[in-house]
């Protein structure tokens, strides 16, 4: 009788970099097809799968990015497809920045970050807005060095996506 092990670190960094590589490759035969991932995983949820989902509603999706560059990388997705800020109407631009806002706070009071870095790059063909959310804490590099900082499996994300949501629905509740 085998004994199920456990796989070791080096096999897992393996196969975090293929299914990263293979995701990069699906959203590239997405934007070949001129379909915007985004809009696509946010219909099927088959481009990224599983998430670890912060919040979701009509207007919003915020979830732990699958490959961080450091605990705590937050993405908030507007629902609506706009290519980048400037498509956003004064109502819409206010509804984003107040979500952000109550993100950042939240990961500031659930993980202890000093500062939470608010990053959109809406690069290559068939963008999407949607907003990297990069937490700061003491001791970290500060500054644009955070955005060069090398992508990582995501570990604790149920511990870190419970910590998030808990503490963005009692700041959302005080409201």
């Known amino acids: 009788m085998g004994m199920a092990t456990e796989k070791s670190a080096p096999e897992k960094l393996e196969k975090w970099k293929r299914e990263r590589r293979d995701l990069l490759q699906r959203i590239q035969e997405l934007r070949r097809q001129g379909i915007c991932y985004i809009c696509q995983d946010l219909k099927t949820k088959e481009v990224f799968g599983e998430q670890h989902?912060?919040?979701?509603?009509?207007?919003?999706?915020?979830?732990l990015d699958r490959y961080p560059r450091v605990e705590g990388h937050t993405i908030l997705t507007y629902k609506p497809h706009r290519e980048?800020?400037?498509?956003?109407?004064?109502g819409e631009a206010a509804a984003v920045f107040q979500m952000c806002v109550k993100v950042?706070?939240?990961?500031?009071?659930?993980?202890?970050?000093?500062?939470?870095?608010?990053?959109?790059?809406?690069?290559?063909?068939?963008?999407?807005?949607?907003?990297?959310?990069?937490p700061r804490y003491p001791g970290n590099l500060m500054g644009y060095r955070r955005l060069a900082m090398e992508r990582r499996p995501l570990e604790h994300g149920d511990e870190t996506v419970n910590q998030i949501r808990g503490a963005l629905r009692r700041n959302m509740s005080k409201e």
């Open 84 to 90: 980048d800020v400037s498509e956003l109407s004064d």
């Open 104 to 134: 950042v706070k939240a990961i500031k009071s659930a993980l202890g970050a000093e500062k939470v870095y608010i990053l959109s790059m809406c690069d290559g063909p068939i963008n999407h807005l949607n907003f990297q959310l990069l």
């Open 53 to 63: 989902i912060i919040w979701e509603d009509d207007e919003f999706r915020v979830v």
